[in-house]
């Protein structure tokens, strides 16, 4: 069935250095990929999103990558600051209505 | 303008009780949706509407109702609290659900309920 998982669970990075968080997912008709920062006692927050037919996405200091063979989402933060700790969310759509929600990585910024 | 705006912030009720979560969204915008979150488990899909007097169903639909009697109003009901309903729960709107970058979901603060 459909699922999107998260590698770890929690990751913590040094301020200033580069994030990596990455997210599994097994729809392979899943067409449409966001990346939702929560901090804490506040809803989800768009962070970026991907199509199926992009392998890369940049935004401001962030950058999605979608890797369609392996089934695999990565989400990039450059220059990684204390305003960045978060729980952060992969979800992906396959048309229709309903995004799927991965379980969250918890992302710890060490000053 | 507010966004999507939920009520109460917090609510403790008793098994059995019922009550009426709020939400409400001033971006014009068709889809509607209700999630709840628990530890470990991500956000699920309880009930979405894809516009005013168009009500669905999701992954955990049982023990909720909603309605949508205008664009703007997204209420979900709990028709007999249980414990197994405490959780978080937000609500959230996006303009689109066409998988564009429309479909963006702008999320709501949240309400957090305790069932004893």
């Known amino acids: 069935g459909e699922s999107v998982g998260l590698h770890l669970p929690t990751l913590s990075v040094q301020e200033g250095d580069n994030s990596i968080i990455n997210c599994a997912y097994s729809?392979?008709?899943?067409?449409?990929f966001i990346w939702y920062k929560q901090e804490s006692g506040k809803g989800p927050q768009f962070i970026i999103d991907i199509r199926s037919n992009m392998d890369k996405r940049q935004g401001q200091r962030v950058t999605v990558l979608l890797n369609k063979t392996v089934k695999h989402l990565s989400l990039q933060i450059a220059a990684t600051q204390p305003g960045d700790s978060a729980v952060y969310f992969c979800?992906?759509?396959?048309?229709?209505?309903?995004?799927?929600f991965g379980a969250g990585t918890r992302l710890f910024v060490k000053a | 303008n507010a966004g999507v705006t939920q009520t109460p912030k917090f609510q403790v009720l008793k098994t059995g009780q019922s009550m009426t979560l709020q939400c409400a969204q001033d971006?014009?915008?068709?889809?509607m949706s209700w999630y709840r979150q628990d530890p470990g488990m991500g956000l699920r899909l309880i009930h979405y509407s894809v516009g005013a007097g168009i009500t669905d169903q999701g992954e955990v639909p049982n023990g909720y109702n909603v309605s949508r009697s205008t664009t703007e109003d997204f209420p979900l009901r709990l028709l007999s609290a249980a414990p197994s309903q405490t959780s978080v729960y937000f609500c959230a709107s996006s303009y689109s659900t066409t998988g564009a970058s429309t479909d963006t979901q702008y999320f709501g603060p949240g309400t957090r309920l305790t069932v004893l």
């Open positions: 971006m014009n915008h068709e889809y």
């Open positions: 729809n392979s008709a899943s067409d449409y």
């Open positions: 979800a992906e759509k396959s048309g229709g209505f309903k995004t799927i």
